[in-house]
Each structure stands twice: as structure tokens, then as C-alpha cells.
């Protein structure tokens, strides 16, 4: 997880925003924090909501097309699918960061905002796997998450404040010391059809998308063109996640001069 020094670092800033007190990236109107359009973008597009029923409305499609061709004898159904920017939304962790001027993830800010269960369940998501428990789909939620001892507790809640079904022992893995899914995921296709997995990151689909370097990483979801959209329902998430580490070799950067230069450079990788 992230650094200690970017821990206190984090810490601090939090303190001086929460005392008034403006911090290294407490510039006029906060225009140094550089994700304050990716946050705009998911507070209010409706294109970004649409997204969101264009996956489900997708899954959907691949649910009634197995359950139709499902013969006496087949393993039983499933759908395996990620928890947050996937069906439960963060928004308002967003928002207070941009709110307090903070730039990039706070892992202790996040850590604190999980346990106020704040979460938004994204658009379409509770209706399609509602679908499924209505059909006899067991929904399999694998998640990677960290907030201590209480991290499944937490896990739970949330969940469970979404009003999403099969939170359970059996269904729900929230894996804390790995973001690797694929044992998890394996454990689940020997037992079931997986019909399709839903995620806001390459990672929820296959681990050897675990990579630092750009290029390489889109080459790799280049490999698997065919899968996207037919067993890979990817959601949008331009505020956080691996491409970020791709960019920084971190998915927690620091937030400092060189990590927005840094951030400049991926931003400027084509520019006339
Ligand atoms: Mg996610």
C-alpha cells in the first residue's frame, strides 16, 4: 500500500485543509489538482452513467442468450464482478478530495470514507444482478481492499447498503494482501459457466495485465480484442486505478511536482 512518507504526507495535507490552512496544492480555485476533470466528468456526464447501462444492458444480453441455450446437465451459472467504480461508486470520496484541494489517491482518506459507507450504487448495476438472483445466476463479487481487521466487515456493509444480493460468505472475496483475482476467479470456473466478469480495471479479468509499462499493457488488452464486450464488461474509471500505476509505477503516486510532470508527459504523449 502506499508509502509511509506519502502516508504522512497525506496526513498532513489533510490536517492543514482541515484547519483552513492551504497546502502545496492549495493554488486559487484548486486548478493544480489534476484530477479535477475526471471527476467533473463522472459527477455529472450522463455520458458516463450511460456507460454504465451500456455494460449491464450488455451482461444482460450474454445472461438470457445462456440461460436460453443452458442444457440439463451443464454446470450452473454464474457472474463474477468487482465492487468499487464496477457497481458501487466512490463519488463523493472524489469530491472531497477535489473539495480539499488534495491531488491523486489518499489511502487515508479512503480508508476513513469506506467506513462511513458513503458509496453510490452505479446506474444499472443493483437491476442486473437482481436479474441474475431472479434466474437462478449466482453473482460472485471479488474484490481487493484494505482498511485492517474490518475490511471484510466494511466490505459487507457496503454491500449491503447497496441492497445487492448473494452478500454472503461463499460469494463475496475480498482478497487484502494481493490484487492478483485469478485464484479466486479459477475457484469459481470449476464450478460454475462464468457467463461474464465485470470490472473497472484490466485486472479484474486477467492478472497478466498486472504491468507497469503502457504500451506493453495495451498490447496485452490488444491480445484479448475479441473478449471485450462478450466475456469482459469494462466500466469507466478515469479517476484511479492500474493505468495509473502504468503511468507512475504506482497506483497511489505521491502527489508532487514530479508525479505532475510525470502526469504532464502521459498527457502530452501526442501533441501537435
Ligand atoms: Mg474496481
New binding site residues.
Given amino acids: 500500500m502506499i508509502r509511509k512518507t506519502a502516508l504522512v504526507c497525506a496526513l498532513c495535507a489533510a490536517l492543514l485543509s482541515a484547519t483552513g490552512i492551504a497546502g502545496e496544492t492549495g493554488s486559487a480555485g484548486g486548478s493544480r489538482n489534476l484530477l479535477i476533470s475526471a471527476t467533473a466528468w463522472k459527477q455529472t456526464a450522463a455520458e458516463y452513467q450511460a456507460l454504465y447501462y451500456q455494460a449491464f444492458n450488455i451482461a444482460r444480453l450474454h445472461l438470457d442468450n445462456a440461460l436460453r441455450s443452458r442444457k440439463p446437465g451443464d454446470k450452473p451459472l454464474a457472474v463474477i464482478t468487482?465492487?468499487?467504480?464496477?457497481i458501487l461508486s466512490p463519488i463523493s470520496y472524489w469530491g472531497h478530495l477535489i473539495e480539499n484541494d488534495l491531488d491523486f489517491f489518499d489511502d487515508a482518506l479512503w480508508d476513513r470514507w469506506v467506513e462511513a459507507d458513503r458509496f453510490n450504487v452505479l446506474p444499472g448495476a443493483l437491476d442486473f444482478l437482481n436479474y441474475c438472483r431472479d434466474n437462478n445466476v449466482e453473482v460472485f463479487y471479488v474484490?481487493?481492499r484494505d482498511q485492517g481487521e474490518a475490511t471484510y466487515d466494511l466490505a459487507v456493509q457496503n454491500l449491503k447498503t447497496g441492497g445487492f444480493p448473494f452478500i454472503d460468505e461463499k460469494h463475496l472475496i475480498v482478497q487484502r494482501e494481493t490484487s492478483n483475482k485469478e485464484t479466486p476467479q479459477k475457484a469459481i470456473a470449476a464450478d460454475y459457466n462464468v457467463v461474464v466478469m465485470l470490472?473497472?480495471?484490466l485486472n479484474?479479468f486477467q492478472r497478466k495485465y498486472y504491468v507497469k509499462d503502457v504500451d506493453e499493457r495495451i498490447r496485452l488488452m490488444e491480445e484479448d480484442r475479441e473478449r471485450y464486450g462478450i466475456e469482459y464488461i469494462v466500466?469507466p474509471?478515469p479517476t484511479d486505478?492500474h493505468w495509473i500505476r502504468a503511468i507512475f509505477g504506482d497506483s497511489e503516486p505521491p502527489a508532487n511536482d514530479e508525479n505532475r510532470a510525470i502526469f504532464k508527459a502521459a498527457a502530452t504523449r501526442a501533441a501537435w
Wanted: charged letters at 35%; a negative charge.
Fill in positions: 468487482d465492487v468499487d467504480d464496477t474484490t481487493n470490472g473497472d480495471s479484474d466500466l474509471n486505478g
